[in-house]
C-alpha cells in the first residue's frame, strides 16, 4: 500500500495547527502516570484527534494505535501508530526539540512514517516512492 505524499502533508500541516499556536503558552499539563512523570497537554490531545480524523476519513478500515487517545481497531492489517507530541518535557519547557510522528504497519511492517517539527518547519517521511525531506 502507498501513501500519498499529499496525505503525510496534509496530517504534519493539521498536527501543526494544534501544536505551534499552544507552544510556549501557559496551557495546562496533566501528569498520565501516577508514580511518575509522564505528562500530556491539551496540545498532545488535540494534534492526535485531528490525525485520527484526517486518517479515518482517508482510510475507515484501518486500525489506530495513538499515545493519548487509546486504539482502534489494531486487529487490522494496516494499522497507524500517532505520537502527537514526541518530546512532550520540551514542549512545555519552551524547547524547540520536539515533533509529530505517525507511522503506518501492514501486517506488523512499517512501510510508512513521518516526522514533523513544526516550529523549524521542516517535514521528514518516507513511503513506497522512498524517504523525502522538505
Known amino acids: 500500500m502507498d501513501i500519498s505524499i499529499d496525505f503525510m502533508r496534509r496530517i504534519a500541516h493539521a498536527a501543526a495547527a494544534e501544536t505551534l499556536p499552544r507552544f510556549r503558552s501557559q496551557g495546562?499539563?496533566?501528569?498520565?502516570?501516577?508514580g511518575s512523570f509522564d505528562?500530556?497537554?491539551?496540545?498532545?490531545?488535540?494534534a492526535e484527534r485531528v490525525i485520527r480524523a484526517l486518517i479515518s476519513t482517508e482510510y475507515p478500515e484501518h486500525g489506530i494505535l495513538g499515545e493519548e487517545h487509546g486504539?482502534?481497531?489494531?486487529?487490522?492489517?494496516?494499522?497507524?501508530?500517532?505520537d502527537p507530541i514526541?518530546?512532550?518535557?520540551?514542549?512545555?519547557?519552551g524547547l524547540p526539540v520536539w515533533g509529530t510522528?505517525?507511522?503506518?504497519t501492514v501486517d506488523g511492517e512499517a512501510v510508512a512514517g513521518l516526522m514533523s517539527q513544526p516550529f523549524t518547519g521542516e517535514l521528514f517521511y518516507a513511503n513506497a516512492s522512498g524517504s523525502h525531506y522538505e
Do not use: M, Q, Y
Not at 495546562?28 to 501516577?34: D, S, W
Not at 505528562?39 to 488535540?46: C, I, K
Not at 486504539?71 to 500517532?82: A, E
Open 28 to 34: 495546562a499539563v496533566v501528569n498520565k502516570e501516577a
Open 71 to 82: 486504539s482502534s481497531n489494531i486487529s487490522s492489517r494496516h494499522v497507524w501508530v500517532i
Open 39 to 46: 505528562p500530556v497537554t491539551e496540545a498532545d490531545r488535540e
Open 101 to 104: 510522528l505517525v507511522g503506518l
Open 86 to 93: 514526541d518530546g512532550t518535557r520540551a514542549f512545555i519547557s
